[in-house]
């Protein structure tokens, strides 16, 4: 079966800019993870959605990011205005059943903000 | 989330056993085992999973120990691909399942 795709894989923009990230998941896979990994660390959840709806955000910064799902399928992550220690990869992650079925992760977005 | 506590770094040899443990001490009974690894430049993946049975798959074998206080990821035969860092997460089922990573495991395999 197709992975999780995100685009772009890199992406340097200088700070104060705004830059989206798009991640598709399995077809079929309701929950959808984004998560932000800066270097030498493990990932941190960011947001999770079931099908279109919010389940946990409490992790995002809502003053400079965002998120949505819309349909339940494609998401995109939004970061406006940057600063520069948003610099990490931002990875997407689905999966069928959450707690029960493994989750699936994309390649990531490294993203440098100078 | 009950926490894992998982050594900062192992070695081992090419063809030989690893044995990763992890400890979760607050762990609760409905609280599932989960163990991801991420290649360098990669996303995670999943290895394996369990709640109180030992498990094996294609990958790798989850010791679970009796009373759940702690775990042990087995790869039989490691070889160089397997370099990464390992990842032990504790999580329960249902819509509210979350992934929480710790800083995992770094694996290193030597030829």
């Known amino acids: 079966e197709a992975g999780v795709a995100q685009s772009p894989r890199y992406k340097i923009i200088e700070k104060r800019q705004s830059v989206a990230f798009w991640c598709n998941p399995i077809s079929g896979h309701a929950t959808l993870y984004w998560y932000q990994q800066i270097l030498g660390q493990g990932p941190k959840l960011l947001i999770q959605?079931?099908?279109?709806?919010?389940?946990?955000d409490s992790q995002l910064p809502k003053d400079r990011f965002s998120a949505e799902r819309l349909k339940g399928v494609d998401s995109t992550l939004k970061i406006q205005p940057a600063k520069l220690e948003d610099s990490a990869v931002y990875l997407c992650?689905?999966?069928?059943?959450?707690?029960?079925?493994?989750?699936?992760f994309g390649q990531g977005t490294r993203l440098t903000v100078v | 989330d009950a926490k894992t506590t998982q050594p900062n770094s192992m070695e081992s040899n090419e063809e030989e056993p690893v044995h990763l443990p992890c400890n979760h001490s607050t762990i609760s009974g409905t609280d599932y085992i989960h163990w991801y690894r991420q290649l360098p430049s990669q996303g995670p993946e999943y290895v394996i999973h369990g709640l109180t049975s030992n498990v094996n798959n294609r990958m790798a074998s989850l010791a679970i120990a009796e009373d759940r206080k702690s775990s042990t990821l087995i790869l039989h035969r490691a070889t160089l691909r397997d370099a990464a860092v390992y990842y032990c997460i504790l999580s329960r089922g249902g819509s509210n399942y979350k992934l929480t990573f710790g800083k995992g495991t770094l694996l290193t395999v030597n030829p």
């Open positions: 959605f079931q099908n279109n709806g919010v389940v946990d």
């Open positions: 992650a689905s999966s069928l059943v959450p707690g029960v079925t493994e989750a699936f």
